[in-house]
């Protein structure tokens, strides 16, 4: 099992390109989520999906879109990339009260 | 007032030492609560789950305390692999969505 897996692994993008980050986990787990860690700060959540088919908004959702395209696939799009959004950002699955996570993308914006 | 709060360290310790450090929670609705263990660049991992009664694994044992609403962690024998950053992560319902501290890095030198 790979687990979950993300793509690319980094990315660098000029202000106002779009991209869209992938996510796929293997484990059959109905639950996935998008954060992004910034230094000094905690993983915050950007999107989250308890269930194929479900989106909800995390706690930083603003310039962002999400689609669940099955039960393994979790995307996240940045329409119009800005330098605010230059960060680490790590998918994740959950089972019960264990999350999983991918190894991350970094993403400069410049 | 952030939701988790951590003590960023660094804590220097050598090999063999026990170093402990907490992490205090802000809502006291907050129902489940974990340590993670991010290493350098990479993805966090879960390191154990806390339990009211407190709980050990191996060489390490994790408190909660809700009347405080502190968590903490100790770490004895301390091993080189040991270095890490270490998150605390604490659930507010039973949807599995996180808050999660900046992180306590805890460097071991020989």
Redesign the interface.
């Known amino acids: 099992n790979a687990g979950v897996t993300q793509t690319p692994k980094f990315q660098v993008l000029k202000t106002g390109q779009s991209m869209t980050l992938q996510c796929a986990q293997d484990m059959n787990h109905n639950?996935m989520?998008w954060?992004r860690q910034d230094p000094?700060?905690?993983?915050?959540?950007i999107y989250?999906s308890?269930s194929e088919g479900t989106t909800d908004k995390?706690e930083v959702p603003n310039g962002y879109n999400v689609s669940r395209l099955n039960k393994r696939e979790f995307s996240l799009r940045l329409e119009s990339a800005a330098p605010s959004q230059t960060s680490v950002y790590?998918c994740a699955s959950?089972w019960?009260?264990?999350?999983y996570?991918?190894?991350?993308t970094r993403l400069t914006v410049l | 007032r952030?939701e988790?709060e951590q003590d960023?360290g660094p804590f220097n310790v050598p090999e063999g030492a026990t170093v402990a450090f907490n992490c205090t929670y802000s809502n006291s609705a907050s129902q489940?609560f974990?340590w993670y263990r991010q290493d350098c660049?990479?993805?966090?991992?879960?390191l154990m789950?806390v339990y009211s009664s407190g709980n050990e694994d191996g060489r390490f044992t994790a408190q909660l305390n809700r009347a405080s609403q502190y968590i903490s962690l100790l770490i004895r024998d301390s091993k080189l692999s040991d270095s890490a950053t270490y998150?605390c992560v604490v659930?507010t319902s039973n949807?599995?969505?996180?808050?999660?501290?900046?992180?306590t890095t805890v460097t071991v030198r020989a």
């Open positions: 639950s989520y954060y000094g700060m905690g993983l915050r959540l989250y308890a995390g790590f959950s019960a009260d264990t999350q996570f991918g190894p991350g | 952030k988790v960023p489940s974990f660049r990479k993805e966090p991992k879960l789950s998150l659930a949807d599995y969505k996180l808050s999660f501290g900046a992180g």
